[in-house]
Structures are given as C-alpha cells and as structure tokens.
C-alpha cells in the first residue's frame, strides 16, 4: 500500500514522454494501528470537507 503525499501529488501518466506534472489534490498520510494479532491501516486525508454524516436506514433508523 503506498500513501498520499503530504505536500501536492505527482501525475500518474504512463504515457510514453507524458511531462512530469502535480495536482493539487489533497495531502494525506496512513496510520497503522497494532491490534495485538494484526494491523488495521487506515488512509487519512487532510482537510475540510463536509461531514461526518451518519448512516440511515431505508426505513430512517440509524445503522450504528
């Protein structure tokens, strides 16, 4: 598994002679956590974005 960058991110172009590009998508980092029998990875981006938001049901009950 590999991880965003915390600064811009580098193009993934394959093409043959593509320019070495960035975009400015959003920083992030991973974070594994040790349960004692195996690891949890978790991805993480940096930022403001709109949320968190629960989950409802079709019926409109919360899923927990």
Same mark, same amino acid.
């Given at each position: 598994?590999?991880?965003?960058?915390?600064? !811009?991110?580098?193009?993934?172009?394959?093409?043959?002679?593509?320019?070495?590009?960035?975009?400015?998508?959003p920083?992030?980092?991973?974070? !594994? !956590?040790?349960?004692?029998?195996?690891?949890?990875?978790?991805?993480?981006?940096?930022?403001?974005?709109?949320?968190? =938001?629960? =989950?409802?049901?079709?019926?409109?009950?919360?899923?927990?």
């Open positions: 598994m590999t991880c965003p960058s915390t600064a !811009h991110q580098v193009t993934l172009d394959l093409r043959p002679r593509a320019a070495s590009t960035f975009s400015l998508e920083p992030g980092y991973v974070l !594994h !956590h040790w349960t004692g029998k195996g690891f949890i990875t978790h991805q993480v981006s940096f930022g403001d974005y709109p949320g968190p =938001f629960p =989950f409802i049901s079709e019926d409109g009950r919360l899923i927990d």
